[in-house]
């Protein structure tokens, strides 16, 4: 729409739902929700792709950067993937989805891996199983740094 946001109708009401989701500098000119209909992207004249959460209207990380003009079109893939953009700046980009397709519990899954979790973390992610509970083991380097650890030390 030219008033910078996306909007959200009931096709049987003819009534917006929710309220306007903002976030595009400029008019937007394409969306799309995704084959599940969980996400939702849009593509505007300010050159980005905003990716948001259907249900919530939340924007899903940051906008996507890349067009060095208007983003004209956007389509997810059938398997929701990945995100196709066509711009004014005559390049069609393909973006990767998939990160934005992890749950919080695969996302945190993950992340512990990094830096792992306390026991009440891992309780309150539905991540802990008391029938199967790890000994704390020391971190190690990599995982001091990505758990700000060494940034604790030197504060202190």
Known sequence: SWDNTVRL???????????????????????????????????????????????????????????QDAVLSIAFSPDGRRIVSGSMDKTVRLWDASIFMLS????????????????????????????NQATIQALTPEQ???CGEEERKQSH
């Open 9 to 67: 109708w009931d096709a049987e009401s003819d009534q917006p739902i929710g309220q306007p989701l903002l976030g595009h500098q400029n008019a937007v000119s394409s969306v799309a929700f995704s084959p599940d209909g969980r996400r939702i992207v849009s593509g505007s004249w300010d050159s980005t792709i905003r990716l948001r959460d259907a249900e919530s209207g939340q924007q899903i990380g940051q906008p996507l950067l890349g067009h």
């Open 104 to 131: 919080l519990k695969e996302l945190a899954a993950r992340a512990e891996k990094l830096c792992p979790l306390s026991k009440a973390e891992r309780q309150q992610l539905g991540l802990f199983d008391p029938r």
């Open 144 to 146: 001091s740094r990505a």
